[in-house]
T-cell receptor, first 111, second 115 residues
Framework: SQELEQSPQSLIVQEGKNLTINCTSS?????LYWYKQKYGEGLIFLMM?????EEKSHEKITAKLDEKKQQSSLHITASQPSHAGIYLC???????????FGKGTRLSVIA | DTEVTQTPKHLVMGMTNKKSLKCEQH?????MYWYKQKAKKPPELMFV???????INESVPSRFSPECPNSSLLNLHLHALQPEDSALYLC??????????????FGSGTQLSVL
């Protein structure tokens, strides 16, 4: 079955600093998704990457997909307190299983 | 309207109670999902409905009973739950059910506590 490993598990950064979160898949990636979750709340869709080498940006968040490495990275530029939360990568599962998730990266942004 | 609405937001129930979780979307989506999320864990798929028919049941115990009365509504009926069933229950929807490249829209979840 598809497994996603995220690193780091948690991250504390000072406001204004840049950061990168990685997501590595155990199998070939057909679609890679990034979601953000506030504690005890639902998931907010950030971006979907479908092709190797694809890169998407939204405001200060950029995601890239390296299909050969079966890996995606999420980069936040000039972090703000509003970026704090849990970032989850998701990928299309194998067999009949739709979206599966990594364990998440907990981001804290301190002033 | 790009929202998936879940009610209630919080639910406390005893092990002998019967309760239901409700999920609603008005985006015209034909696929709806129930996920279960334990604290500090990723969401895990429970059920998938496609065109109001149950497509996937991830070996969920029968004390959880899903229902899709129409394309906009999804219920999860709960009966004789155990304390270990306490979790955040997330509903999601997508335009259709397909294995690849389908964006899911999530509700804000129901935080369930079983005493």
């Amino acid at each position: 079955s598809q497994e996603l490993e995220q690193s780091p598990q948690s991250l504390i950064v000072q406001e204004g600093k840049n950061l990168t979160i990685n997501c590595t898949s155990s199998k070939t990636l057909y679609g890679l998704y990034w979601y953000k979750q506030k504690y005890g709340e639902g998931l907010i869709f950030l971006m979907m990457l479908q092709k190797g080498g694809e890169e998407k940006s939204h405001e200060k968040i950029t995601a890239k997909l390296d299909e050969k490495k079966q890996q995606s990275s999420l980069h936040i530029t000039a972090s703000q307190p509003s970026h704090a939360g849990i970032y989850l990568c998701g990928a299309d599962g194998s067999g009949n299983t739709p979206l599966v998730f990594g364990k998440g990266t907990r981001l804290s942004v301190i002033a | 309207d790009t929202e998936v609405t879940q009610t209630p937001k919080h639910l406390v129930m005893g092990m002998t109670n019967k309760k239901s979780l409700k999920c609603e979307q008005h985006m015209g989506h034909r696929a709806m999902y129930w996920y279960k999320q334990k604290a500090k864990k990723p969401p895990e798929l429970m059920f998938v409905y496609s065109y109001e028919k149950l497509s996937i049941n991830e070996s969920v115990p029968s004390r959880f009973s899903p229902e899709c009365p129409n394309s906009s509504l999804l219920n999860l009926h709960l009966h004789a739950l155990q304390p270990e069933d306490s979790a955040l229950y997330l509903c999601a929807s997508s335009q259709v059910y397909q294995l690849y490249n389908e964006k899911l829209f999530f509700g804000s979840g129901t935080q369930l506590s079983v005493l």
